[in-house]
C-alpha cells in the first residue's frame, strides 16, 4: 500500500505544483489589486468625472440658450436662465431679467424671422462657457425705427455666459460688429461735419 501512495504522489506532484503556481498568481494578483487601490487615485477619478459631468451640463446649458435664441423659445429660456438674468450687448445692459430678455429676442426675431446663430468653438474655464459663433439672417422687418432694407447679414460674435451651482444661465456678454450688420443691410457710416 506505500507503495501505491508513494507512486501516486509522483504521478500527482506536476499536477499539484501546476495550481500551486496558480495560486500564487491570483494571490499575488489580489495583493497587487488591494495595494494599487489608491484613496488617492479615487478621489482623482471622483473629481475627474464630476468635472466632465459639469462640463457636459455647461456645454449642453450654452447649446441650449443659442437654441432658444435660434426658435426664439421664450419657454426654454425661462428653465435655462434665472429670474434676474443679466444681458450685455457690447458693453451695454441690454437686459435685467427674462421678460427683458424675451423682449430682446422678439425684436431680433421681428427684424430677422429667420436670424439664426451658429456655435463654432466652446470653452468652458471656472463655470463659464466662451463660445465664438456666426449669426445670419435676412431683414424683412422693421430693426428699431429702420424699415427692412431686404438684404442678409453675416455676422460673427462672441459670448460669454455664466452659470450658478444649479447649472442655471446668470449672465451673458455679447460682443459682435453692430456697424458690419448695418452696413451688411446697406447703411453707410457719414462722416461728421467739421467746421
Same mark, same amino acid.
Given at each position: 500500500?506505500?507503495?501505491?501512495?508513494?507512486?501516486?504522489? &509522483? #504521478?500527482?506532484? %506536476?499536477?499539484?505544483?501546476?495550481?500551486?503556481?496558480?495560486?500564487?498568481?491570483?494571490?499575488?494578483?489580489? #495583493? !497587487?489589486? !488591494?495595494?494599487?487601490?489608491? %484613496?488617492?487615485?479615487?478621489?482623482?477619478?471622483?473629481? +475627474?468625472?464630476?468635472?466632465?459631468?459639469?462640463?457636459?451640463?455647461?456645454?449642453?446649458?450654452?447649446?441650449? &440658450?443659442?437654441? #432658444?435664441?435660434?426658435?426664439?423659445?421664450?419657454?426654454?429660456?425661462?428653465?435655462?436662465?434665472? /429670474?434676474?438674468?443679466?444681458? /450685455?450687448?457690447?458693453?451695454?445692459?441690454?437686459?435685467?431679467?427674462?421678460?427683458?430678455?424675451?423682449? +430682446?429676442?422678439?425684436?431680433?426675431?421681428?427684424?430677422? %424671422?429667420?436670424?439664426?446663430?451658429?456655435?463654432?468653438?466652446?470653452?468652458?474655464?471656472?463655470?463659464?462657457? &466662451?463660445?465664438?459663433?456666426?449669426?445670419?439672417?435676412?431683414?424683412?422687418?422693421?430693426?428699431?425705427?429702420?424699415?427692412?432694407?431686404?438684404?442678409?447679414?453675416?455676422?460673427?460674435?462672441? /459670448?460669454?455666459?455664466?452659470?450658478?451651482?444649479?447649472?442655471?444661465?446668470?449672465?451673458?456678454?455679447?460682443?459682435?460688429?453692430?456697424?458690419?450688420?448695418?452696413?451688411?443691410?446697406? &447703411?453707410?457710416?457719414?462722416?461728421?461735419?467739421?467746421?
Amino acid at each position: 500500500m506505500n507503495l501505491w501512495v508513494l507512486l501516486m504522489g &509522483y #504521478a500527482f506532484k %506536476p499536477m499539484i505544483m501546476k495550481y500551486e503556481r496558480i495560486l500564487v498568481i491570483c494571490f499575488l494578483s489580489v #495583493a !497587487i489589486c !488591494i495595494c494599487c487601490n489608491d %484613496p488617492e487615485q479615487q478621489k482623482l477619478t471622483k473629481a +475627474a468625472k464630476s468635472e466632465n459631468a459639469l462640463e457636459h451640463a455647461l456645454r449642453n446649458g450654452s447649446e441650449n &440658450y443659442i437654441r #432658444a435664441w435660434n426658435e426664439n423659445d421664450h419657454l426654454l429660456m425661462n428653465r435655462i436662465t434665472i /429670474t434676474d438674468f443679466e444681458r /450685455t450687448e457690447n458693453g451695454e445692459v441690454r437686459s435685467t431679467n427674462q421678460a427683458e430678455l424675451a423682449k +430682446a429676442m422678439e425684436y431680433w426675431h421681428k427684424a430677422m %424671422p429667420d436670424f439664426q446663430i451658429t456655435l463654432k468653438e466652446t470653452v468652458i474655464k471656472d463655470g463659464k462657457t &466662451y463660445s465664438f459663433w456666426i449669426g445670419t439672417g435676412t431683414n424683412t422687418g422693421k430693426f428699431g425705427d429702420n424699415q427692412p432694407t431686404g438684404k442678409t447679414f453675416k455676422l460673427e460674435g462672441f /459670448t460669454t455666459l455664466a452659470f450658478n451651482e444649479d447649472g442655471k444661465i446668470i449672465k451673458e456678454k455679447a460682443f459682435f460688429n453692430m456697424l458690419g450688420l448695418l452696413q451688411d443691410w446697406g &447703411y453707410t457710416l457719414t462722416p461728421p461735419i467739421m467746421e
